[in-house]
């Protein structure tokens, strides 16, 4: 299966800063098929990126994402408040379709 | 509106057997395979399996087979997750998400909490 290796595992920023997310797959990416997820405490993850670089319906511009082959990226232009969370990288172009372990962006 | 609607919390012992559900409204089921996930207590996501509600075709991780079952009932837009006999290791948050052409899922169920406690 393919072990998707997120970092770091913490992100200290504060609002306004722009924030930079890493996710190493194990092997190559089929077909594009990484997405990201948002998740805040007490709700289900919230898709905000699919094929690498496609915004989910109703994400806002300041959240990119990027990458190829076994390296990808998410980038918050500049933090909202509402933007700390945890976030997952997720590949499904292999079967078993496999998560990341997570990286939470806190509050400095 | 789109939504996912999951069943309600549970608590049960070791050993005994749970089916929760999933149902879908607001869009063309049969459109949209199901994914099952589950996040242990304070855990990331792990992918467990997906159902295409047209004709049951079922995909598990490997980490799952034999351990669980995905079906589905399209005539009523719900889609299930069942354990024969339960586990406390199985203690976890289970959602499920709809996935479409886009492959990923792009809509979540709320959760169900299971605790599975003696």
């Known amino acids: 299966e393919i072990v998707l290796t997120q970092s770091p595992g913490t992100l200290s920023l504060s609002p306004g800063e722009r924030a930079a997310l890493s996710c190493r797959a194990s092997q190559p990416i089929i077909s594009k098929y990484l997405g990201w997820y948002q998740q805040k405490p007490g709700q289900a993850p919230r898709l905000l990126i699919y094929?690498?670089?496609s915004r989910a319906t109703g994400i806002p511009d300041r959240f990119r994402g990027s990458g190829s082959g076994t390296d990808f990226t998410l980038t918050i232009s500049r933090l909202e408040p509402e933007d700390f969370a945890v976030y997952y990288c997720h590949q499904y172009g292999t079967s078993p379709w496999t998560f990341g372990q997570g990286t939470m962006v806190e509050i400095k | 509106e789109v939504q996912l609607v999951q069943s309600g919390a549970e608590v049960k012992k070791p050993g005994e057997s749970l089916k929760i559900s999933c149902k879908g409204s607001a869009y063309l089921f049969s459109n949209y395979w199901i994914g099952w996930v589950r996040q242990m207590p304070e855990k990331g996501l792990e992918w467990m399996g997906i159902?295409?509600?047209?004709?049951?075709?079922?995909r598990y991780s490997p980490s799952f087979q034999g351990q669980v079952t995905i079906s589905v009932d399209k005539s009523i837009n719900t889609a299930y997750l069942q354990w024969s006999r339960l586990k406390a290791s199985d203690s976890a948050m289970y959602y499920c998400?709809?996935?479409?052409?886009?492959?990923?899922?792009?809509?979540w169920g709320q959760g169900t909490l299971v605790t599975v406690s003696s």
């Open positions: 094929d690498v670089s």
């Open positions: 159902i295409n509600p047209v004709d049951s075709d079922t």
């Open positions: 998400a709809r996935h479409g052409e886009m492959l990923i899922g792009d809509r």
